[in-house]
């Protein structure tokens, strides 16, 4: 245990996920509970750089663990990618007598907070915060069961006009490297087929997967698309679709950013709250760039360039699965 760490410093950045503000709430009040000073970093490294900051107490964050989006702001920034503006934002720290780093954020922003450590010597844990669920190290990341859910909704309400107008509903989700979203969703709707960026699909077996259910007696289907398919948008593939089937009544629904927003589930919360304090107690362990995640119930820490580097992989019997209940 280590007394070092007196002034602890936590933003959010990247992309925001529900549950960001339940993980900082864990931040804030860990550092209270053991002695220790927080303060949050408005606006991720940017706001670093412009020296964004606010000292936060256990009552600054109360009411936000049940809403979504991140209270202290997130953004990307182009000037810290840049070793002059790496060397403002560690100069901003030295000035505040901020001691650690806390980064939420996904694989962009642990890449940010380990350049601040390999060049400044400024030590910091990650906490997983994003929806695309692809960040190795962890079972699930603080947004994705939010965003599985959302996105459910909405397809579950799709199916409805679907089956009301005999359509095929092309829908696609997020997940530009990683097809989590799109497979759970997809097994989760009874979609038809299911495409991801980490199967090498085909316009053939998808085709052929239409056929096959046209045969079988079905008048609609959903075909969900991960936004990151190797085989093009979504608009590409049901014009192809529409040229082979001309009389299929063909639409297209992209669910965009829907699914980054709206209060966290029961999990997200309980993950962020059980990440945040995982990473305070971590800084005062000594560990330093690691990230905090949960692997078969449990807190682990993984060094920061392995999470970068790795990603989850698809459970191949899911896959297994979809082919199964699509007939």
Known sequence: ?????????????????????????????????????????????QGLIEEDLITMGARSVKNIINRGGTVIKTARSKEFRTEEGRVKAAKVLEKNKIDAL??????????????????????????????????????????????????????????DTATSHNRVFFVEVMGRDAGFIALNTGIASGAQDILIPEQKDSLESLFKSLEVSHKSGKTSSIVVVSEGEELGGVYDLAKATQEKFI?????????????????????????????????????????????????????????????????????????????????
Request: net charge negative.
């Open 1 to 45: 245990m280590t007394d070092a760490i007196k002034r602890v410093g936590v933003m959010t950045s990247g992309g925001d996920a529900p549950g960001m503000n339940a993980a900082l709430r864990a931040v804030v009040r860990s550092c209270e509970y053991y002695g220790i000073e927080c303060v949050a970093i408005r606006g991720g490294y």
């Open 247 to 327: 009389d299929y009544d063909i639409r297209v629904t992209v669910l965009g950013h829907v699914q980054r927003g709206g209060d966290p589930s029961c999990a997200d919360r309980v993950l962020a709250s059980r990440l945040g304090v995982a990473a305070v107690e971590g800084l005062r362990e000594g560990r330093n760039a690691v990230m905090a995640g949960i692997r078969s119930g449990k807190v682990v820490y993984t060094p920061i360039a392995e999470a970068i580097k790795k990603h989850n992989e698809i459970d191949l019997e899911l896959i297994k699965i979809a082919e199964i209940l699509a007939i």
């Open 102 to 159: 806390v980064v939420i954020g996904g694989d962009g922003s642990f890449t940010g907070g380990l350049k601040l450590y390999e060049e400044h010597n400024i030590p910091f844990i990650g906490v997983p915060g994003t929806i695309d669920n692809d960040i190795f190290g962890t079972d699930f990341t603080i947004g994705y069961d939010t965003a599985l859910n959302t996105a459910l909704q909405c397809i579950d309400k799709i199916r």
